[in-house]
């Protein structure tokens, strides 16, 4: 159902988001000035969106509300989410819509390979929602989308961000066989906040893949990232590069949780430039090859650029 202008935020949120309609309101707070941004008005912005409605895809700039869709697709820089635009979980932090999932699209991974080569884009980032009701997880679609951007957009290297794949055998070896470039799997937030922020998931078998991956192939890039400003203690944050450290995780990722709507899990706290400078530093100290932590940072944000920082800073490692 479409929003309708006539209806205040609080009921399209409800409309959008039928399953949290039952929690309590949170008044969304003033954001300070290091995090507004401007909304998008560019022509190359306008023409990613042309694009992405032509060929019938999906994009979690949209769908998750991200806050750099102006500088991004401006730059003709899209996230493609496959698998539909309706999750089967519902995330205390995610505008994604949840209920009945869509029926899958036969033809999105060729979509996905004919964007990719009409944006030139030379590293995309191809995401899903989460699909509990497919006995693979969604896990085929990938491998379909990966092959696909192989056989019609070979320049382009090809990093995914995908789900959980719990409780869904062979999944996970499925994906990591069709050799992405870079897999990413965020972890979202520190153990302690998992019952509340995501419920539906399992913080060590998140970590646990991302181990799995790297035993499968050494060669893949691992990924992983986290929203702060949700309740989370310094400590925690610490604990949660450890692990990822532990699983060889080589690149992170740190952003401020921003709240879509008065429905959504609260921020608790606005944290400041100088922490995200301070935890970037703390993580390159444990060994992550690449950091990026700013409040305005997402899992997808300059990604191409940080992927070219990632063989760079490989290759010096391997020198060493």
Not at 20 to 32: F, G, M, W
Request: proline share 7%; charged share 30%; aromatic share 6%.
């Amino acid at each position: 159902m479409s929003d309708t202008p006539s209806l205040t935020k609080e009921a399209r949120a409800a409309l959008r988001h039928p399953e949290k309609a039952h929690r309590p309101d949170n008044p969304i707070q003033r954001k300070p000035d290091w995090i507004r941004v401007k909304a998008p008005t560019s022509p190359a912005y306008h023409d990613t969106r042309r694009l992405m409605r032509d060929l019938k895809l999906a994009t979690v700039c949209e769908e998750a509300a991200c806050p750099n869709i102006g500088e991004c697709w401006q730059k003709k820089h899209a996230t493609v989410m496959i698998l539909g635009s309706v999750c089967t979980r519902a995330c205390a932090f995610c505008n994604v819509a949840t209920g009945k999932p869509d029926q899958l699209d036969p033809h999105e991974p060729e979509n996905v390979a004919a964007a990719a080569g009409k944006l030139g884009m030379s590293h995309i980032v191809i995401t899903s929602v989460d699909r509990d009701d497919l006995d693979d997880g969604g896990a085929l679609q990938f491998v379909r989308t990966i092959e696909a951007l192989r056989r019609h957009a070979p320049a382009t290297t090809v990093e995914i961000l995908t789900p959980d794949f719990l409780r869904k055998d062979g999944a996970l070896e499925k994906v990591v066989a069709a050799r992405p470039d870079v897999y990413n799997h965020n972890l979202e937030t520190v153990p302690r906040l998992y019952p509340t922020i995501r419920p539906g998931a399992r913080y060590f078998h998140s970590l646990r893949l991302l181990q799995r991956v790297k035993e499968i192939d050494p060669t893949i890039f691992t990924k992983s990232g986290i929203m702060v400003g949700l309740g989370e203690d310094r400590n925690e944050v610490m604990q949660v590069m450890d692990d990822l450290r532990t699983a060889d995780v080589d690149f992170l990722t740190i952003g401020q949780y921003l709240q879509p709507t008065p429905k959504h899990a609260k921020v608790e706290r606005f944290v400041p430039p100088d922490e995200f400078e301070a935890y970037k530093a703390m993580a390159l100290s444990k060994g992550f090859l690449v950091v990026a932590a700013t409040p305005l940072t997402r899992s997808s944000y300059h990604a191409d650029a940080d992927f070219l920082r990632l063989k760079a800073a490989r290759a010096a490692k391997i020198e060493r």
